[in-house]
């Protein structure tokens, strides 16, 4: 993979799959937190020199020689001299850096400052990325537009769909051969280069009729969005008036179409009012499946039930072989340490030791490699109080 800027906004729980296998050469996660304004700024450049440093030391611990831990880490001392780079950051930074492969993330959240190196790269701020730009999708839908969104909780993104009409009459135009020849566009007006709206003539003026055509509307829109959301999973909403949105669920084949709709004309409103209506619809949705799986752990975990666990020991080795549905890791907080998959164990540090990564870290990748939904949560919030707690599928 060629050196990069990975965009905030970019990323989702699907795109970490590069990152999260074990490599078989050495890896180097540098974290550190940046600042926009003031004095601290200016720091920022020396304490990634420092912490770039510390990998080196680490990987020449680890048996390369410094010329190669050298190139690793060379796109990292590039960042340091780059005054273009320190004035655009965030409130944190995670370097990913290893032979032939380097990516720079901007945080939008706090860190710590960490350098570690390992075979697996430190993936759990990603995780809270993802969890913070997890993706959802806007149907807008009048008579006379139709426009498809993904969105985030941070960003609205208008998507062209092959096939999707833009408004009633061009999904009406050739529905049938005897409604071609009831339909035009209109001859110019006196304003130069604007033209009529499509208008219809004829049959086709009673409420029954009107209402067939919007179900003929709605399902040629659902049929195209069908092929564009064909394995997608985030939620989507309907942004329409309420007979509009209802036709389209009643048509819907969609599982994840929420019961309730951004109400009221879109075209009255811009893209920045429909996504922030349709993101007060959607967070309590994500916000329930969290808090459902939280509840479910913590009373499993009550009950002493083998279905569930808040011990490290027992969990990589589950993460390992695909037993675990879900897992809680504290994004704040690591537990130092190896994992040995031949042995089956589990060797835990109380400070980070040479040839250590992040646990947790383990454990989440190991999850997510099986399937598994992971959850990184702040350390207080995880069910049992401990730093981690899985779910088992048996």
């Known amino acids: ?37 003031g004095a601290d700024v200016q720091q920022d450049p020396l304490r990634l020199k420092n912490l770039l ?18 190139e690793i880490l060379a796109p990292g001392h590039r960042l340091v001299t780059d005054d273009l780079f320190w004035s655009h950051q965030d409130h944190g930074l995670l370097l990913l850096l290893t032979e032939g492969e380097s990516e720079y993330w901007r945080l939008p959240f706090e860190v710590r400052d960490t350098s570690i190196v390992a075979r697996r790269f430190h993936i759990k701020p990603l995780l809270t990325l993802a969890q913070q730009n997890r993706e959802f999708f806007l149907l807008a839908i009048s008579k006379n537009s139709a426009r498809f ?61 009107q209402k067939a055509n919007m179900l003929r509307y709605v399902h040629a829109v659902e049929t195209a969005l069908r092929h564009r959301l064909n394995g997608a999973r985030g939620p989507l909403v309907v942004a ?9 669920a009643s048509v819907n084949t969609y599982a994840n179409l929420l019961d309730k709709n951004v109400s009221g004309n879109p075209d009255d409103s811009s893209e920045a009012e429909l996504h922030e209506r349709a993101w007060g619809i959607v967070k309590p949705t994500f916000d329930a499946q969290e808090r459902d799986q939280a509840d479910r752990c913590t009373e499993l975990l009550g009950r002493g039930e083998a279905r569930a666990s808040r011990a490290l020991e027992e969990i990589l080795p589950a993460a390992f072989d695909g037993r675990v549905e879900v897992l809680f890791v504290a994004s704040n ?17 109380d400070e980070q030791r040479s040839g250590d990564e992040d646990l947790l870290n383990v454990a ?31």
């Open 1 to 37: 993979m060629p050196e990069r800027e990975a965009l905030v906004r970019s990323i989702g729980t699907s795109d970490l799959q590069s990152f999260i296998e074990q490599r078989e050469n050495w890896v180097a996660s540098v974290l550190m937190p940046t600042h926009r304004v």
């Open 53 to 70: 440093t510390k990998a080196r030391e680490q990987l020449v611990e680890a048996g390369l020689r410094t010329v190669q831990a050298d």
């Open 149 to 209: 969104f993904a969105c985030t909780p941070l960003q609205i993104r208008p998507v062209s769909v092959r096939g999707m009409p833009k408004s009633m009459a061009e999904a009406l135009q050739w529905d049938d051969p005897q409604r071609q020849l009831q339909f035009h566009t209109g001859s110019s007006s006196t304003t130069a280069g604007a033209r009529r709206a499509a208008m219809f003539h004829g049959q086709g003026v009673g409420k029954d009729d």
């Open 240 to 248: 329409g008036v309420d007979y509009v949105a209802h036709g389209y």
């Open 333 to 349: 907080h690591n537990v130092w340490g190896s994992w040995d998959e031949r042995a089956r164990a589990v060797d835990r540090h």
């Open 364 to 394: 989440a990748a190991l999850s997510l490699q099986k399937g598994a939904t992971v959850y990184p949560v702040p350390l207080g919030e995880i069910p049992g109080e401990g730093d981690v707690a899985a779910i088992y599928r048996y």
